[in-house]
């Protein structure tokens, strides 16, 4: 009988739920800024602000979540039966099943452009061949995970999967890390080199690279997701040596003090660009306090409420998916017309875009939800089905996690 390897460890909800919250502001985010949107509507969304405008940089959130996640499943209790195999099997079955279908997807509907007469029924507008980055090559690249690794300088097909690609191999990094450290008998050695490697690579980011904000994504996010996601072992491992017996009310306090930093961190990165270098640092306080105090009084009762659990579980499908929507958002858009938003405009200032926020925002619930049960879950199970006879899959009465990192 084979012995498991490894078990999933039971969830921290409030967790669950910021990851929720997350993929939910980067949604939004894409939406209120993008250009084709902005060209159609005469206002902007009535909760368009600072927070949202900035709302991508919690691509790092996730980043710095992935770290804790794996962190609390392969070195604070399996350290000793690590195995690089199948802790890569687990990770490429938890991304890749939604990364292709909706590469697929994105690929159909290119084709059914030009099938269809889309582009010359004025739908669909046709790129100039210069311009078009969704072609074999990128295809090529998406396939193997190899899209935002400085192969291209563009984004391309399901744009934000260029997250997807650079975790992917972070993982790889982690797992031979944590491989080496396994033969040295040594966690001390790989809590060094995580270490060494956030700074490292924040450093380059900060002096080398030196882009005004940190917002590189095809060229450096690998840096990037480097920075971030060891902040979050290193985050992990920090929150194991606190002392105990904090009070119930330094907790909330902690926690609350977290939270509006995190937001108000965001919120300023528009005026002070510069400032998203040390979002990480914000992040990694945010959900080390979060999962230092899970009881505590006020935060933690507020992120467990079905709603924002429901979110958090669909949380990848979330980030996933809504790319597509808010293409079709913008075909819908430009076929409705000027006079269409016109009217409604006329009736409130900002209620075009508006609904057309919700419109978007119910769209990637509803596919979300299809893809959670049909590709999500069921295309995880099958490739680890697929290397059943290497990797021992033993998974733990907790819900399994659905965020990109889990």
Not at 263 to 274: D, I, K, N, R
Not at 283 to 292: E, K
Not at 351 to 366: E, K, R, S, Y
Request: charged share 10%; proline share 6%.
């Amino acid at each position: 009988m084979t012995v498991p390897v490894h078990r999933e460890k039971a969830h921290v909800l409030p967790l669950d739920s910021i990851r929720g919250i997350a993929a939910v502001t980067v949604v939004v985010h894409h939406v209120i800024l993008m250009p084709t949107f902005l060209a159609a509507f005469p206002n902007r969304a009535w909760i368009d602000c600072a927070f949202f405008r900035s709302g991508g940089f919690l691509v790092d959130l996730f980043f710095v979540l992935s770290g804790i996640v794996m962190s609390l499943s392969y070195l604070q209790s399996d350290f000793g039966r690590f195995s690089l195999r199948e802790f890569m099997v687990r990770r490429f079955a938890r991304i890749y099943p939604l990364h292709i279908v909706m590469l697929l997807v994105l690929l159909l509907f290119r084709l059914a452009r030009i099938g269809l007469g889309l582009v010359m029924a004025g739908v669909v507008v046709s790129a100039p061949a210069a311009f078009e980055v969704n072609n074999g090559y990128s295809f090529f690249l998406n396939v193997f995970l190899l899209h935002s690794l400085g192969f291209v300088q563009y984004l391309n097909w399901n744009a934000p999967s260029w997250s997807i690609s650079v975790e992917f191999y972070t993982y790889l990094v982690f797992g031979l890390m944590l491989l080496a450290a396994q033969r040295l008998n040594s966690l001390a050695w790989f809590y060094f080199a995580a270490a060494t490697l956030a700074l490292g690579s924040w450093l380059v980011l900060t002096t080398v690279v030196a882009t005004p904000q940190l917002d590189v994504q095809f060229d450096w996010g690998l840096l990037r997701c480097f920075t971030s996601f060891f902040l979050g072992v290193l985050t992990a491992k920090a929150v194991g040596a606190l002392p105990r017996g904090i009070s119930p009310a330094l907790q909330g306090a902690i926690q609350l003090a977290a939270v509006v930093a995190a937001v108000a961190h965001v919120s300023l990165t528009e005026a002070y660009p510069w400032i998203s270098y040390l979002a990480p640092v914000t992040f990694a306080v945010l959900l080390g306090s979060l999962l230092a105090f899970p009881k505590a009084a006020v935060v933690p009762p507020m992120l467990t409420v079905r709603p924002l659990l429901w979110l958090g579980q669909r949380s990848y499908s979330i980030y996933m998916v809504h790319a597509f929507v808010v293409l079709l958002a913008e075909y819908f858009v430009r076929a409705a017309g000027k006079p269409a938003v016109a009217h409604l405009e006329a009736i409130q200032p900002g209620l075009a875009p508006t609904l057309n926020l919700l419109i978007v925002l119910g769209a990637v619930f509803a596919l979300s939800q299809l893809t959670y049960r049909w590709i999500e879950l069921p295309g995880s199970r099958l490739v680890r089905n697929i290397f059943r006879g290497a990797v021992a899959y033993s998974p733990a009465p907790a819900e399994p996690s659905t965020r990109l990192s889990s």
